[in-house]
C-alpha cells in the first residue's frame, strides 16, 4: 500500500503530583495497510529534574570585610530554573561575635537559598566581617596654635565628638593642659599645652593639640588722674601724688612704683625759683616699662611781708618813738633785706604841726620788692625853760648863748620879752648903760621835732660883790645810780657850800622838758620826777638828762652839762 500514514501519540501519565516535573511519556508511532496490518513502535521517556536552579546575574563577594558604618546591604537575588518557573530566592542573615562590650566587630554570615519543585537546592553564602577602623571625628572647629599676651588667654573650648560605629553619649573628649616655661622669675611668658583625645570602644583614637604661646608685651598702667605740669608759687608746692598701678599680668601687689624727685636751676642767685621734675616709674616683672614725668616750675613772685606792727600814730613831739627795728618775712627766701629806709618830716621849725613819714624798702633774694610806710602825725609843742639870773653893771658884756642847756641847738632866735636893751647878732649885751631891773630874753629853737624856749630873767643891778669862791671850785654830779649802795645816789652841786651861795637847779630831758626845778637846792634829787612831765612822783627812766645850775649872787655864769641816770 502506497499511502502509507504513521500516527503518532503520545501520553504523558505520572505529573500529577504538585510539580508535574517527573512523568513518563509514552510514544507510540503506528502505521496500519489497507489489509489491516497493523505495526506499532513505542518510545518511554522518563522525564526527570535533576538540575537545581541557578542564581541570576553577579553574586556578591563570597568573603568581604567591611567598616561598620558601611556595611552593604544585603542584596536580592534572582534564579532561574530549567523546570520550575515559580522558583523563590530565600535569604537570611546570621550575626555572630558581637557579644563584647563594643559589639562593633563581627560576622554576618549571609545566605541565599533556592530550591525547584523537585528539591534541586542551589545555596550561595557570603562572610562579611565588619570592622571599626575608624577613629571618632571632633564636631567642633578646633581651636587653632595661637600666640596672645598674657591677658588674653582663650578659655578652653569644649570640645565633642562623633563616630561611625559608636554613640556620642558613650564618647568622653578627654582634655589636659599643661604648662611649660614657667620656672623663671616671672613666669608671665610661657607655653600652655591642650590636648582634646577621645577613643571609640575599639580602641581607635583621635586628638588635637592646640599649642598657646603666652606672651607678657603690655607695660604696667598708672591708675587715677596723672599730675600735670603746673607753675606754682615757692609757698604752694603740691605734694608729690602716691601713684598706684595696675598690670595685665603683674599683680598688683607685686608692682612698686619708683618715685624720684629732682631739683635743678637752683644754682643761680635766685634759689626760690626753679623746677622740680618728679617722675614715677613701674615695671613689671617681665620688663615692661611706665612712667610718668611732672614738671613744677617754681616761681618766686610775692615780695616779703612785715611780720612787725606797724601803724600810723598820733603823737606829740616830744614822744615820736625811735625807728623801731622791723621783722619782716618772705614766703620762700630765708632772707629779707633791708634795702632802703627813709625818713621824711615836714616839720618847718614852727608851732604847726607836722607828719614824719618813714619808709621801709626790703627785697627778697628773688629781687621781689615791697615799701612799708609808717606816717607819724605830730603834735608840736613847746617845752619852756625859765632861768633867773642876776648881773652886775661892771660884770662886762652877758653872752645869752651861755643860758642855752647842754643837747639844745645853738641855731635858735634871742629875742627881748622886757627890758629895753638890744641885743648884738651873736646875742650879747653889755649892761653896763642900762636901767636897774630885771630884763626877760627868750631864746627859742627846734628840739627833735618840737620847740624848747628859754626864757632868761637877768636882774641887772650896782651891787657888785667879789666873792671869794670862783667857777673851778664848783663841783657837779655827772652820774645819778640811786640803788642804794650809798654811792652817787643824789644829784650834788657841792664845793662852794661855804659861800654862802643859793643853788637854783632846773633838769631836762633829751626833749627839753623840764623834769626836776628846785630854787633852794638841798642835794636831794635821785631821779623821781616832780610831777612835771610825767605825772606826779614817778620814777624817770635810765637816760641821759641835762641841767642848769644857777648859784645866785656868785657873779658866776649859769652851769650847764649831762648828767646820766641810771635807775638799775
Known sequence: DSNLVVIKSEVISGDQDECGVEYLITRKWSVSDCAGNTTEYIQLVTVQDTAAPEFEGDLPAQEIVASCDDVPTMVDLTATDNCDSNIEVIKSEVISGDQDECGVEYLITRKWSVSDCAGNRTEYIQLVTVQDTVAPVFVEDLPENVTVNCDDIPEAVVLTATDNCSAST????????????????????????RTWEVSDCAGNNVSHTQTINVEDNAAPELVGDLPANVTVSCDSIPDAAVLTATDNCTSSGDLVVNYTEELSGQDEGCASEYTITRTWEVSDCA?????????????DNEAPELVSSLEDINVECDSVPEVPTL???????????????????TFDGTDSDYQIIRTWTVSDDCGNTADFVQT??????????????????DDGTI???DYITDGLSTEGTWEVTTGDVSLSSDATFDPLDLTLGDYVFTYTVSNEGCLSSIAVTINIHDDCIVLPCGQEDVRISKAV??????????????????????????????????????DNYA???????????FGSAKRLPAGTYYYIVVLE???LKPFTGAIYLGTK
Open 523 to 533: 642835794n636831794n634829787w635821785n631821779g623821781v620826777s616832780e610831777g612835771t612831765t
Open 376 to 393: 607819724i602825725n605830730v603834735t608840736v609843742k613847746t617845752s619852756v625853760t625859765t632861768i633867773a639870773d642876776s648881773k652886775c653893771t
Open 399 to 401: 653872752d645869752l648863748n
Open 170 to 193: 558613650d564618647l568622653v573628649v578627654n582634655y589636659t593642659e599643661e604648662f611649660t616655661g614657667q620656672d623663671d622669675d616671672c613666669a608671665t611668658v610661657y607655653t600652655i599645652t
Open 287 to 299: 620688663g615692661n616699662s611706665v612712667s610718668h614725668t611732672q614738671t613744677i616750675t617754681v616761681e
Open 327 to 345: 621783722e619782716f618775712v618772705d614766703n620762700c627766701s630765708e632772707n629779707v633785706t633791708q634795702t632802703n629806709f627813709e625818713e621824711e618830716s
Open 481 to 518: 645810780t640811786p640803788n642804794g649802795d650809798s654811792w652817787n645816789e643824789f644829784f650834788e652841786v657841792t664845793g662852794v657850800e661855804s659861800c654862802g651861795f643859793i643853788t637854783n637847779v632846773k633838769i631836762f630831758n633829751r626833749w627839753g622838758a623840764r623834769v626836776y626845778e628846785s
Open 553 to 555: 649872787n656868785s657873779g
